[in-house]
């Protein structure tokens, strides 16, 4: 089995080993090239590329570009989406051409998933989320792998054509069936944006986990073998996951793993008082060694979500790891933040909800 499974359950941690494995680059070379730096750029979250150059040069050159990502429905809308919706609004303002695939045909070959339960899943959960945090769904093709068109789903067949049984095996392992399906619509997903009928090739962005690269080596391949029409090869870039508020993995059937956007405040606030920390046992082993900011769960979701400033942020991290500041008053900075972003961003989502009638039954 190769050691990427993109139906297998994620893994966190062990970037560096597998860029150099699968030979992802480092992305902090690409940081000057940006007219501007999301959060996860600026703070190593977003830690690899592949040819991202070309997608970087089209934004300095006001060039067409595009940025296309997909979804498997399942379960709540989290903070960890939440790490897709904002590199999607980020590159949703620097003019990109932005696509968001619904993974139906997926969730259901490979997940068993109804696909009418994936597509009320996709508009109650992803669909309102992406509107409430400023995602303009007037510029954003957000469609349903089952609704694709002729082209689209006819192109995902002949692609069948450009790769073997060996490449297969090489990339994925021995899968079922319903897994090629959803690889081989995977490639059409990601190549959509460059159809004909879509204004030709272009660079286009795949932002994505780790455990998505077999399907972007497979893509990449086959966009410079097949003779259905030209390609750039796409790029992508690579995320670190955010760990579950208990440490491990978040996951959509661990209730506490998680905060959902749609949570109460009170029960948001309850989970990160439960949440694991970086604390000592002592307050005076605290004072004197100071805490493992690095395994602390609360200023996980600091860093990657709640604190926009880096200079704040920089300064809990020095006062927390001196020992300085106790994870009682981290948690507290962390819930004072959450009080205020869920307030908002549930008003605003009520006054989204108007707007997913156009999708219910397209
Ligand atoms: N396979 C992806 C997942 O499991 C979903 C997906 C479908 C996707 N098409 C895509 C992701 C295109 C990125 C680009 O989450």
Redesign the pocket.
């Known amino acids: 089995m190769p050691d990427i499974d993109?139906?297998g359950d994620i893994q966190v941690g062990a970037y560096k080993e597998k860029m150099e494995r699968f030979g992802i680059d480092a992305f902090d070379d690409q940081l000057d090239k940006l007219p501007t730096k999301n959060r996860y750029m600026r703070r190593d979250i977003i830690y690899g590329h592949r040819d991202f150059g070309r997608v970087a040069d089209a934004i300095a050159n006001g060039d067409d570009f595009a940025m296309?990502?997909?979804?498997?429905p399942s379960g709540k809308f989290h903070f960890g989406h939440k790490m897709v919706a904002d590199q999607i609004k980020y590159y949703q303002e620097l003019g990109a051409d932005v696509y968001v695939?619904v993974?139906d045909i997926?969730s259901y070959t490979t997940r068993n998933i109804p696909h009418e339960k994936a597509r009320e899943i996709a508009i109650d959960q992803y669909l309102l989320n992406y509107i409430a945090l400023g995602i303009d769904p007037e510029n954003l093709t957000f469609y349903f792998?089952s609704d694709g068109s002729t082209s689209y789903h006819t192109k995902s067949k002949f692609f069948s054509k450009n790769t073997t049984q060996n490449e297969i095996e090489a990339i994925y392992g021995d899968i079922t069936p319903g897994k090629v399906t959803?690889a081989l619509?995977?490639v059409a997903?990601?190549l959509q944006p460059q159809f004909e009928e879509n204004g030709g090739p272009k660079p286009t962005v795949?932002p994505?986990g780790t455990d998505?690269d077999p399907?972007m080596r497979f893509t990449r391949d086959i966009a410079a073998r097949t003779d259905v029409q030209d390609f750039i090869k796409p790029s992508s870039t690579y995320h670190k996951f955010m760990r579950g508020l208990q440490g491990g993995k978040m996951s959509s059937s661990k209730e506490k793993s998680y905060i959902a956007l749609s949570d109460p405040i009170d029960e948001a606030k309850q989970k990160i008082d439960q949440a694991k920390t970086g604390g000592k046992q002592s307050l005076e082993k605290h004072r004197k060694q100071g805490a493992d900011v690095d395994e602390d769960m609360v200023y996980e979701l600091l860093a990657f979500h709640l604190i926009e400033d880096d200079d704040r942020l920089n300064r809990i991290y020095r006062e927390y790891d001196s020992g300085e500041m106790l994870s009682g008053e981290l948690k507290q900075i962390a819930k004072d933040e959450l009080e205020t972003f869920l307030q908002t961003h549930q008003e605003k989502r009520e006054q989204a909800r108007d707007r997913l009638d156009a999708y219910r039954d397209l």
Not at 68 to 72: D, N, P, Q, S
């Open positions: 993109p139906w296309m990502t997909g979804l498997m695939a993974a997926e792998q959803a619509t995977q997903d990601i795949v994505i998505q399907h």
